[in-house]
């Protein structure tokens, strides 16, 4: 079955969240939502919502909702507000406590936005949030800048789609890197853009980590990750030379892939295979 994400546009309804010259939060996280979850469901995640129009539901409402659907994660969108305006900005995402999945999750999520241009303000424990506290899910809660800070108003407007965008991969990739979904359900980007990647259109630093091709010849190697953030990239990378895994990292289609060895047998290649799912990674064999 495929992975479900119960996604959760906060307020709505009687309750209109922050509001900031005439602009109300309910609106802004019901357009944010609704666009992650158009960028999941093209990835072949089964999207669920608390909300899809101005309504309002309660956040134990929310909570009970999500399970009751048996949904296998709960993500919430919000904006932030500060007491005094225009003094506080950036992105930040709660969790119930700073453990397991939904930790890696968020942080996945903030370093996205923060590629956008957000100031990262890291994450945070809020055990007392209702749909923190009672869904029975791993449970984030993201608040997408401060809707009474001009400047993240101005990255919010200009960069919508970038934001969406940003919210989903930090998703996707968290589910990636767990072996939760398949490499395949990453968001595809523009082979012509990867100037607008992080690390730009080269890979500094990573001299030498072109898999060899061999002149026609087949050759296999393993792939254990493929990323649109490079960080995640390194991070795997990092994780498996510690354990005197060969892994090297490749750009390649807008992807920042890490593969181990490279073997002139298919038979070489599932031998390595086999070690790597043994570690409890998630691999694929790739012929160049």
């Avoid at 079955?1 to 996604?7: A, D, F, Q, V, W």
């Avoid at 932030?80 to 119930?96: C, F, I, K, Q, R």
């Avoid at 493929?226 to 490749?250: C, I, M, W």
């Amino acid at each position: 079955m495929p992975y479900s994400i119960m996604l959760d546009a906060g307020h709505g309804g009687k309750d209109p969240g922050a509001v900031y010259n005439g602009r109300q939060e309910k609106d802004d996280t019901l357009a944010l939502t609704l666009a992650v979850g158009e960028i999941l469901q093209g990835r072949g995640i089964d999207v669920l919502y608390t909300r899809t129009t101005d309504v309002y539901e309660s956040p134990y409402q929310k909570a009970m909702e999500a399970n009751e659907a048996g949904a296998d994660f709960f993500v919430s969108i919000h904006r932030n507000s500060y007491p005094t305006d225009n003094t506080a900005s950036g992105v930040e995402t709660l969790v119930y406590d700073r453990s397991g999945l939904k930790l890696q999750m968020a942080e996945n999520i903030d370093e996205q936005l923060e590629a956008i241009g957000f100031v990262n303000l890291g994450v945070k424990e809020r055990p007392g949030l209702v749909v923190l506290r009672r869904t029975r899910m791993p449970a984030v809660l993201v608040e997408a800048g401060f809707i009474n800070s001009n400047t993240d108003n101005q990255l919010f407007d200009d960069n919508f789609g970038g934001i969406a965008l940003a919210i989903a991969e930090g998703i996707l990739d968290t589910l990636q890197m767990n072996g939760l979904i398949g490499n395949d359900m990453l968001p595809d980007s523009d082979p012509g853009d990867t100037d607008n990647m992080p690390g730009g259109g080269n890979t500094p630093g990573r001299p030498g980590n072109e898999p060899g091709h061999s002149g026609g010849i087949p050759q296999y190697t393993v792939q254990a990750g493929a990323f649109r953030n490079g960080a995640y990239a390194d991070r795997l990378q990092k994780e498996l030379l510690e354990q005197d895994f060969p892994a090297v990292t490749s750009q390649d289609g807008g992807l920042y892939r890490v593969t181990v060895g490279t073997f002139p047998t298919l038979d070489e290649a599932a031998d390595m295979e086999r070690r790597l799912k043994r570690a409890g990674y998630q691999t694929v064999i790739v012929s160049s």
